[in-house]
């Protein structure tokens, strides 16, 4: 009976990877790898992988998991390519699999952009190789079935996508950054989700991913096993180590510009100029238990607050809401995405609906959505502030409980994934991470802002003190006595 193909083998056969990935700059990478399944290493191998992962010895036997913080351009996308074929190919789990079952390597990528070049390594990697190739039974745009009863999956890292596989391998590429609107914390839950689906063929478990900030499950994971004897293995490499064919120019220019960013991103350090902006508790002690949003009442006074959108990922917005005692009450935030114009159309029925005629929004969307609004009767206000500045003025209204916002999950989400971050200059910019989104927190911090402010001109007034006339002002007698609520 023939050796089993080890991992070295297969970055060093020439019949196999060897003139891809047997070359001097994949060193660093052969010697982590190794180490990672087991594999006993020269003297030099361990120098490598003891100085990666900060451990007094290399591991003496394989390792369950391998968490590799490392930076851009390190050749993440290719080593997850070949850890997807090695698991596929040279892993039989034949023996362990019930009849109909087969063995699933799963690759979970930030996004389907990701997710392709991801795939495309794969692809090329087995297409490529006469002896790989004929494994292939099928192949369409993300899945690859092999005729050993093993399928190797691409797709976007999501919660709910990953339940059902019985797991032979998981491959989560850039997991720092998997971002969902739909989940406070989608790296841990998607773990959670994934750890039974392994248990049957104890299948590993390899998350390579540039860091980002000191929250999340790389960070966890990194706090709890780097440079600690575990089943757990975890390596931190900045770019050129794993790279070293990269211009050194390209770092030290990156340093140069922006070295916060760029220690994270080419020397795979955690960054310390990111912070949570409004902590998860916070936002949902201001949360209503019900309904998703409150009707039309003729005692209040509606205000509403758009963040247009032209089209691809992001969200046309609207958030509409009234004040009530000393709170501002969020009745209504609706999000759709399609054609602008059809959008406007529904969302100026809604305004009608709370007689709304006027709406405040982001001024930098340019000049189409006063013009589309118009169309409907509604007078369209760019916002005086910038997100961050509206986001600053939201934090202590949520602070102090003056805020109720609806129960929607996507929203509650983005406001507790808002970050936080300071410029060397000193000035504090408030931002979605990468890959999310905001648009909903947006529209409420619009509308919260506006809608404080307007309320703050008329307290003023009311005190006799000197306020910014517009052409809509008026005395506050003449409002009271109109009947109209403050």
Known sequence: MSAPVTIRDLMTDSDLFGQQFGVDSWSAWRALLAAFYGLQLSKAEQGVVEALTGRHAPPEAASEELWLVMGRR???????????????????HRDKLSPGEVATVMVLAADRKQAKVVFRYISGLLNGNPMLKRLIVREDKETIELNNRCVIEVTTASFRSVRGYTVAAVIADEIAFWRSDESANPDTEILRALRPAMATLRGKLIALSSPYSKRGALWNTYRRHFGKASPVLVAQAPTLTMN????????????????????????????????????????????RTSPLELPFNRAHRYHAFVDPAGGGQDEFCIAIGHHEDEAIVVDVVRARRGTPAEIVAGYASLL???RIKQVTGDKYAGSWPADEFKKHGIDYHPSEQPKSGLYLDLLPALTSGRVELPPDTRLINQI???????????????????????????VVAGLVTTKHKSRYDLERLVNGDPVQRTETSKPIAAIKAAGIPL
Do not use: M, W
């Open 352 to 354: 009608a609906s709370y």
């Open 244 to 287: 070293p064919t990269l211009p050194d120019k390209l770092v030290a220019d990156a340093l140069e510009d922006d070295a916060s960013a760029a220690k994270a991103e080419y020397l795979a350090e955690f960054r310390d100029d990111l912070e949570q902006f409004i902590t998860r508790e916070v936002v949902e002690a201001a949360v």
């Open 416 to 442: 507790s994934g808002l970050e936080r971050r300071t410029s060397r200059a000193g000035r504090d910019s408030i931002d979605h991470g990468p890959g999310g989104h905001d648009d909903r927190a947006n």
């Open 74 to 92: 390190g050749g993440k996308s290719q080593a997850a390519g070949l850890l997807a074929v090695y698991e596929a190919c040279f892993n039989d």
